[in-house]
């Protein structure tokens, strides 16, 4: 079984920045793929970033690349999600979820958090 708890969201305006981060607590989250993923209000789940166990290879949606980056920490057992030039159609609440493989498919995901939120202000 892997916790997991992600914080960093916030209000921000167009252009700004943000940092998330999920903690992971229960069995080594070194031992799981992790992937963020954000859904907006009537809006499905979809993916937004992946890394593998040791963080040396990374996917982002189209949408989101070269604008966040996913990020990990194995020693902290805790994986980043920078965001930057956010805009209003960011929007969402953000999960991360762990994986026993790496993948973009949300129902490949063992394990959840809860989410946050964050909000882009135009």
């Known amino acids: 079984q892997v916790q997991l708890e992600e914080s960093g969201g916030g209000l921000v305006q167009t252009g700004g920045s943000l940092r998330l981060s999920c903690a992971a607590s229960?069995?080594?989250?070194?031992?799981?793929?992790m992937g963020w993923f954000r859904q907006a209000p009537g809006k499905e789940r979809d993916f937004v970033a992946a890394t593998t166990r040791g963080g040396g290879f990374t996917v982002h949606a189209d949408s989101v690349k070269g604008r966040f980056t996913i990020s990990r920490d194995n020693t902290k057992d805790t994986v980043f999600l920078q965001m930057n030039s956010l805009k209003p159609e960011d929007t969402a609440v953000y999960y991360c979820a762990a994986a026993s493989i790496l993948t973009i498919r949300a129902s490949t995901y063992q394990y959840w958090g809860q989410g946050t939120q964050v909000t882009v202000s135009s």
């Open positions: 229960g069995r080594t989250a070194g031992s799981y793929a």
